[in-house]
């Protein structure tokens, strides 16, 4: 998807790629938080999801 | 693509970006529990390591002083026995103190009964000495008296015998003449009745005691003119008594008379009197005295 640009007297308008980025930093972000996470519970209890 | 697609993507990121920084804030700030678990669990072990240890110190403790209250026991009990022993040798030796008291009154009670005896037996001593002294003198006139006597019973014998001798003569001439008087008697035809004595004859004669003169001699021995007494050199040996005159000479010259006031064994004190005034006519020392001029 390439910027259009629209004529005079059109409202301007991301281009529907800006979008695809937005949702890729949020998935980067859900999945940095979830590494993370499961980082953290690893290093301290030894485990990821099971319960001692 | 959609107006509200759109936005819906744009809430969602930011949603999205909210929420991870949330959770990463909480995660990041959340407490390490196991490290918690383990550290408590750590000390927890290490508490009942003490608890046991505790336990078993005290279990010791409890034993050894089970131990030290059986022996302090024991040595309560054989500390007992001891001091009844102690207090029956206290009991002892307070009754042998006692008795040891009472044999201490006792002898002080003897050695002041013989102490008295002791001072009566001194006084009677003394009083036998001094009985003894005259015994002596008595013992030693009587014997004087006795070799007196003893003379005079000799002659006396001498003289009884002579007697009997003199007797058995004239018996025998009476025995003579009675048998001539017989042979005439008998020529005639008559006999002589036996003469019958009128008193009994006394074979055993018993003999007076000797008369004594009493002949003292004596001299002065000491002379007292002031008090008008002299000393003489015999005494109750001597048959001195008191009362007693001696006549005081000096040569053939008659000087004064002592009348005997006190007597002892060997000597006697009297009384001077008829004193004359001459001072050559004067009683001295070496005078004579006798009972008899």
């Known amino acids: ?52 | 693509m959609s107006t509200l697609t759109k936005v819906l993507i744009v809430l969602l990121t930011f949603a999205s970006i909210v929420l991870c920084a949330i959770v990463v804030t909480y995660v990041a700030s959340a407490d390490n529990y196991k490290q918690k678990y383990d550290s408590l669990y750590s000390g927890y072990q290490a508490a009942k390591k003490n608890e046991d240890n505790a336990k078993t110190q005290l279990n010791n403790t409890i034993e050894e002083k089970d131990r030290n209250t059986e022996k302090l026991g024991e040595q309560i009990a054989s500390l007992g026995e001891e001091i009844n022993k102690l207090k029956g040798d206290l009991a002892n030796a307070e009754r042998d103190r006692d008795d040891a008291n009472r044999k201490v009154n006792n002898w002080a009670a003897i050695v002041m009964d013989f102490s008295k005896t002791i001072e009566n037996n001194e006084k009677l001593v003394k009083g036998a000495l001094a009985e003894r002294d005259l015994k002596e003198a008595e013992l030693i006139k009587q014997g004087k008296e006795l070799e007196d006597t003893t003379a005079a019973l000799m002659e006396n014998m001498a003289i009884v015998k002579q007697l009997q001798e003199g007797s058995k003569r004239l018996l025998e001439e009476k025995t003579e003449l009675q048998d001539k008087l017989d042979q005439y008697l008998r020529q005639y035809g008559k006999a002589i009745a036996e003469p019958m004595p009128i008193t009994t004859i006394q074979e055993a004669v018993s003999l007076a005691p000797p008369t004594k003169d009493i002949d003292l001699n004596g001299s002065i021995t000491e002379v007292d003119l002031k008090n008008l007494l002299a000393e003489i050199s015999i005494g109750m040996a001597d048959g001195v008594k008191e009362g007693m005159r001696f006549h005081l000479t000096r040569g053939d010259k008659f000087i004064c008379d002592i009348v005997i006031l006190d007597v002892w064994p060997e000597k006697a004190v009297g009384w001077i009197e008829l004193l004359q005034d001459q001072p050559q006519n004067q009683p001295k020392i070496n005078d004579k005295v006798s009972t008899n001029l």
């Open chain 1, 1 to 52: 998807m390439s910027p259009v640009v629209q004529s005079r007297g059109k409202k301007i308008t991301a281009a529907d790629n800006l979008y695809t980025v937005i949702l890729a930093v949020a998935f980067f972000a859900v999945f940095a938080t979830t590494v993370f996470v499961a980082y953290q519970c690893y290093t301290q209890y030894g485990t990821i999801f099971k319960i001692q």
